[in-house]
């Protein structure tokens, strides 16, 4: 099919038989020399097109003409024909095209008129001139009225544009008015002068002929049709023409205007030739024609006399173009007057074979928006509809949604809903931009395909309506009804009529299990075979099976199988039959996996990868929920900066995004409140997220929701409400199957009770194993502090320990306190006794000179404290014949060796002139025996402490002491004072705590605790004598007297002392 655009619509007519006017030139010419867009707005027939031309010829700009009419409604066929008519003016290079526009692009027109505008100008010849004509004819259509807004927002010097209307400019251009961007002239400024009125008339000798052969006579003449016509070309051209053919200069006879046109139109139809009438009467059904088209209308083939320049100039036809390729058009008064002729001129028939011709020749061209309306006027319903039937497939694919919906909107509403397919065609010409409008097309055809058996028809309007539901995301309660219709259909067509079909509804189906019936009985049947199906099928159903796929696999918790979806859809994104919209819906669905998986870089880094796509195609469908993915990634990650970026970028226009995301919106705001502690905030925030899940019925989001609902609840003291949130949670998770909202909300269950002091069995041990088998590391509402406490508790109780640990280290998450036992820290350091460092639980390798001396920098901050250590200090005792700058180069270097042996750069702290270990990151059994001595002390430091509880805290204490400080290491002046300190600092903290027991009559516990001590202290003679008196009251003297004789002989053995005179007197007299 021809569909390349007619040479009237693309090309100037030409300018024979044009008065110039210098006035109204002038004035355009002082518009353009104040602003780069002039519109010239006036009634039909007042001289716009030959003031363009004349304007054209005087400037000798180059120039782009196009003629606006019905079709460029459609934003398809306006940029198909538009860069057809700039192509010419462009260079070869492909850096100077402008955009090709897609179906994708209607999601947001406004953005890619505005690139695509920006690009064409810019590959555009220095100081070329577009004239748009007849903007009237399309300008009451929104779509069309974005496109104008953004040509004209892109004027500038370098690209002008020249603007003819009947109507004025739109208040949408205000702006550019009273930025002085645009300038007016109107039909003031048209309408003729009486010296005008004269120069048309001094081109007329038909009329001048009539004239008294007196001075004032052609003055007169001119008066007097200036007054008569007020000014209007048009009715100048026509009364002159009847004064040539009546042989009357008396204007005062002439008829008034409406009497006029008719009868100078009638004049010519009469005094024409049969064939001459027939030729002006067929072609005028047509809007503009050629020689080929006339022949076939008039049925003649000799037309070519009728368009010789007398009669194109006496009927008023322009001519566009020359030679073979010319196109005519009649102007638009005489046009109207032909048409109103032809019910006179041919019977009903004949006009309605006449019209079905000239659709049929319009069809031809590619022009089915004026084959249709051509039908419809004439009421060949039957004709419009076969139309639209056979071109609905193709013109959906080039995007001209519009062209198929005015096509179809012309019909009967009897017509349309007598055929499933012209309702089926009619809703999908809908569905883009009014989901909501086009599922009340989609189900009275399901009706009639069940009816007509047709099951092709009925799988396409079942998935069709689903779709529906799923884009306009409004509530996706209906859902469940389809589903149930879905297996009427399965039990009436057991098998799909080809695999494209299957695939379709494949894609419906999982969008109805992921936003609505996740625990439907069905679901892994579905998703089996969608599984199976992904990699069989072409790149665009790939990429909406395994969007829809991937998100129920997410949503339900089955994340492998979800990573092997996404592997299989990463292939497409480099295809080149890939189009951006699929692109950013694949980019989009690996986003919002990375975020589920815990790798929150890489969502982010995809989020922006999809941000530059987004912004180079101005295709923008998922940029809400993208951004949603962003700022979810970075709560998780613990990035407020980051996330208070994405927060802005959605806060922006998420008013206008879907339900759905808005919701997800205000649940991360209240997520992110939660992060930074404003419990109050995400209190409410979270309502709302919930509240607008609730309205869609959206059951994933109102179980994660409730679960974040209830913690934060916990966390603000409202044990009641955070109960009932959670069982609400747990039910709900459990009856859509979620695994993943079901760990999230065991989780809950389980710190609410830890912190209300009872057994987290059965929630800890059930969430963790679920979190173990599907590979569990995030959901929506994740909090650091929550789950690093599940995991400090699992790993004491020795629950799911070998899942916690990989937890933990995933998610680098920070111990609750420095005494957690078998905490997984990243960098874990052993300092009491033998000196050990393990990097994410592997032995770091200590050989080599240089790891040594890296690693004495290492030993000698924790020597004095591992936590905020001068640096002048450290430096004095490493480098103590080093000066200030030397000692500072070799800090530096050390500290860098020591990051890089360590593998990690955020392991090692330096700020504000102080150096030390990031608690985040390194584990310090230092740290852990000095947390554990404070605990002892204080119970001990307590009125009166239970004595079992202050025992534990003791023994705790010294299996935390495995062992002197560096106790295999060279002494060093660094070293000695710390390992003096922490000996001396568990001796007092024993007999301390020894004391208080033997105060609360335990002297057993005491005992206990001393002869722990002395075996990590042999020398500490204070405690002997406590132990010794402690045995001693208990009756135990024999025991007392081996114990000592044991403890003198080690002293003389291991260490060459001996007693005290004092303690051997005491001995004696406990004997």
Known sequence: MNSAPTLSKINRPQSGGIVLRPRVLNRIGRGFAASPIVWVASPAGSGKTKLAISYLEASGLPAIWYEVDAGDMDPASFFRTFGQACAAHLGADSATQPP?????????????ARRYFRALFSGLPEATLLVLENVHAAEAEPSFKGILQAALAEASEHV??????????????????????LALVDWQHLRLTEEETGAILAGHPAALATLEQRPDAERELAGGLHARSGGWVAAVVLLLDQIGRVGSYDVDRLDSREVLFPYFAQEMIVAASPELRRFLLCTAILPNFDLAEARQLTGSTDVDHFVTSAHCQQYFIDQFGSGAGASYQY?????????????????ADERQQLTANAAALLEARGELAGAGELLADAGLMPQLAALALRHAPMVLQQGRYRTLSDLLGQLPTAVLNADPWLLFWAGTSRMALDPGNARLYFEPALTLFQAHDNAAGCYLAWSSIVDCIYFESRDYRPLTHWL??????????PAFPDAQIEARVLASVLAALAFHAMGHADSRHWTDRALVFIGTVDVQTQASLGFMLTVYHLWTGDLERARVVLQLMRAAVASPQTSDLLRTTILTTEAMGYWFFAENDACIAVVEQTEALMHAS???LWKHALLNHGLAAAISAGNVMEAESFRAKLAQDIHMGRPLDQAMHHFERGWLALQQDRLREAELMVEFGRNGFRSLNFRFGVAFTLATSAYIAHLLGQAEQADTFVEEAEALSRDVDSKVALCHTLMVRAVMALDRGAPTSPWLPEALALGRR???TNFPGWHDPMVARLAAHALATGIETNYVTALVRKRRLQAPTARVKHWPWEIELRVL???SVSCSGEPLAQSGKGNRRTLDTLKAIVAYGGREVAIDHLSAALWPDADGDSAKGAFDVAIHRLRKLLGNADAIVVSNGKVGLNMHLCGLDLWTFQAHRQIALDLAKTPDPDSDTLLTAALDMLAAYTGDFLADEAEQPWLLPQRERLRAELVRTVLTVGEKLEALNAPTSATTVYQRALRLHPTAEGICRHLLECLRAEGRSAEASAFFAEWQHTLKVVYGAAPSPSLVAMLDWIR
């Open 100 to 112: 090709l526009f897609s179906p994708d692009h209607l999601f947001d027109l406004a953005a890619f």
């Open 160 to 181: 002008r544009i020249l603007v003819l209307s009947r109507s004025a400019p739109p208040p949408e251009l205000a702006r550019l008015q009273a930025n002085q961007q």
């Open 331 to 347: 102007h638009a008064l005489f046009r109207e007057f032909l048409l109103s002729r032809l019910p006179d001129a041919f019977s």
């Open 484 to 493: 149930e219709m879905l297996d009427t259909l399965r039990a009436r067509y």
């Open 618 to 620: 101005d295709i923008y």
């Open 774 to 776: 599907f590979g569990i």
């Open 833 to 835: 006794g033998a000196f």
